[in-house]
């Protein structure tokens, strides 16, 4: 059976966050889920410059597309939340006693990284959606609230691969296929 030509995602099945070395390449080795992934939006966007004059506009350049993303999952993942904002991880004791901590500094940058959302496709198969070179240039929110689970928020720009110029990719495939 052919691809159909119109897409008909559903839901949000999985989200993976991909942090990008200084290189620019793909860290694939520590690749992270974000957990119970509620949302993940993105916008293409661009700030345009008008040339005006004679009461008229005359033209119109772009300075080249955004993406504005926004993600939000249940609970909280200390290895995502590293990949978004930075930090360090630090785990300490032993079984019963362990204990891990998320620590950031105010020098610690926030990095770049690539996000991969997955979606089930009514019109068979699934669908990907791939932001590339993200960084989290918004909020980035974790709240806990009296009878409700935390729910982790952040949201930024996508500014594109700087090796291919990829700025971001939908996929549909026929059969289902996992974030790889």
Request: aromatic residues 8%; charged residues 25%; hydrophobic residues 35%.
């Amino acid at each position: 059976m052919a691809l159909p030509n119109v897409v008909l995602p559903f839901g949000l099945r999985d989200v993976k966050l991909t942090p990008i070395n200084a290189d620019g390449t793909l860290d694939s080795a520590n690749k992270q889920d974000l957990p119970a992934a509620r949302v993940f939006k993105f916008k293409e966007t661009e700030d345009f410059e008008t040339l005006e004059g004679d009461d008229t506009t005359i033209a119109s350049h772009g300075k080249g597309p955004l993406i504005e993303w926004e993600l939000e999952g249940g609970g909280i993942s200390f290895a995502a939340w590293r990949v978004m904002a930075g930090g360090t991880i630090t785990n300490t004791g032993t079984t019963p006693a362990q204990s891990r901590k998320f620590s950031k500094k105010t020098t610690d940058a926030r990095p770049y990284f690539q996000v991969e959302g997955q979606a089930i496709s009514d019109s068979g198969g699934d669908f990907h959606g791939v932001v590339y070179r993200c960084k989290a240039d918004g909020d980035l929110e974790a709240g806990n609230e009296n009878g409700n689970f935390t729910l982790t928020k952040a949201s930024g720009k996508g500014y594109g691969d700087l090796t291919t110029g990829e700025l971001y990719d939908f996929v549909h495939n026929e059969t289902v296929t996992p974030i790889a």
